[in-house]
Each structure stands twice: as C-alpha cells, then as structure tokens.
C-alpha cells in the first residue's frame, strides 16, 4: 500500500501539494473525509452554460490564474488582503454566524478550504457530515474567532492526511509542495439568500448578490457576480485556463 506523503514546511509553514480541481479529486478528498450525499460534476462552460447539470447547484468550486485573480482583486483593494481598511462587517464567530469562513494559513490548501467552504455553509451539513471528522471539527470551530478557527484546521490531521492522500490521486504527477502555485481556488456558495464569494486567503467573506430561495449558484445573477467577473477579465487578458465543478447534494431537485 502506498505511503500518504507528508507535508513540508516551506517559509515557515505547513505548506501541501496542490488539488487538482475536478470532480475525480474532489470526490477523492470528499470519500477520505467521510462525506455523504455530495457529488461534483464539471461545468464545460458558464458563459453560457451548455450543459444539463443536476439542480439546484449548492455550490461552485472554481479555480483562476494568478493573474487573473489579483486584477480581480486589486479592484476592490478596501476587502482584500494587506490593504483590506476594515474588518468584515459580519458576524463570523458563534452560533449566530452570516456564513461559515475559514482563514486559510496551511500553503497551497486552497483547495481543501474550497471543500470546507462548501460543505460548512449548505443545508444538510449535518446528515452529510455524520460520519466524517468534520461535524466534530465544524462543531469545535463554530465559536472560535477568525485565528483561532484557522490554527483548529492547521492542526488537524485528519485534514492533513485526506487532504494529502486526495492530492496524489490525480491525474497528473503531483507537485512538490515548495513549487509555486499559479492558481487559486475560490467557493462560490448560497447561504441566507446570498451569493458568497469565499476564500481563506482574503481578508474575509464577501456577499456578491441576493438570491432567491428558486434560484442557486447557476443563475445567471449569481454568475455575473461570481465567477463571471474573472471569466470577463480572463478574456480581456487573453487568459482561458479556468475550471469550474459544481457542488450538489444527492437527492435534492430545484423547487424542492
């Protein structure tokens, strides 16, 4: 049997090989974490989307170039990183909380967040995580604030070893974890009736658009303020190295 592989510290922190983004992986890491009910499926195109996809669409995984994603960013450099004015005007920490978030500090874990994202913020967490490590971990990080709710998930090595296991499971020979890393991974996902746009490495959660309880993550207001805007300054920059999977939960029908 194969040895999972370790991670390195790399600038002084835990740092992992990178996911791939597609529904192979993703269901890897989703069967190594014990998930149930979830399954991922490909989106060849989301301007326009021409393919049949179960509905509704909890949630898209969606991975940018580098480049792409910091022009993206550096329009709106008041939410963003080091330049970030405030914190987010969100209740992220308790019972009471807008959207379940996570500050990513493990290097290239961008994808496992993605996943976390997902799971942690659609109906249903509870019976697809009943046999997995995460409803112990989920329930462990829903008081903590934003920098201790990170050290919980950089310590865990339940994450660790799925996320680790899932990256060499792929289609293509695995990185090491030093290399750079020209991609990353953002969760588009409805909760409360917002469009949230998610990713641990920003300053915090942002709501991109209200969405109706009829509409999910496919509608075409959702991906006008999701991942549209970084399909639209992709092919502004010549750039097309985008990917897309589609979160949904087994069982579930739009409408019901």
Not at 224 to 241: A, I
């Amino acid at each position: 049997m194969a040895t999972t592989p370790q991670p390195r510290i790399v600038n002084g922190k835990k740092t992992f090989i990178p996911l791939e983004n597609n529904p192979e992986t993703l269901t890897l890491l989703s069967a190594n974490l014990h998930l149930e009910q979830l399954s991922f499926h490909e989106i060849l195109s989301l301007q326009p989307i021409i393919q049949e996809l179960p509905r509704p669409v909890h949630a898209l995984i969606f991975i940018a170039p580098e480049k792409v994603y910091f022009k993206v960013r550096s329009t709106e450099p008041h939410l963003f990183g080091e330049q970030a004015t405030a914190q987010p005007p969100f209740n992220l920490a308790g019972a009471n909380q807008e959207v379940f978030w996570f500050k990513q500090t493990i290097g290239h874990a961008c994808g496992l967040i993605a996943l976390l994202h997902a799971v942690a913020n659609v109906d249903g967490v509870d019976s697809m995580t009943a046999q997995s490590p995460l409803k112990q971990l989920l329930a462990d990080a829903i008081p903590l604030e934003v920098e201790s709710r990170a050290k919980l998930l950089y310590n865990s090595t339940e994450l660790e070893k799925a996320h680790m296991s899932a990256a060499v499971g792929g289609s293509t020979s695995p990185p090491d974890p030093g290399e750079p890393n020209g991609f990353h991974f953002i969760c588009f996902v409805m909760n409360n009736g917002r469009l949230w746009d998610l990713e641990g490495g920003w300053s915090g959660p942002v709501p991109r658009a209200e969405l109706a309880s009829d509409e999910d993550v496919l509608c075409d207001k959702a991906i006008k303020d999701g991942p549209g805007r970084y399909l639209d300054v992709g092919r502004e920059m010549g750039v097309s190295e985008f990917s897309c999977v589609a979160v949904c939960l087994e069982g579930q029908h739009m409408g019901g």
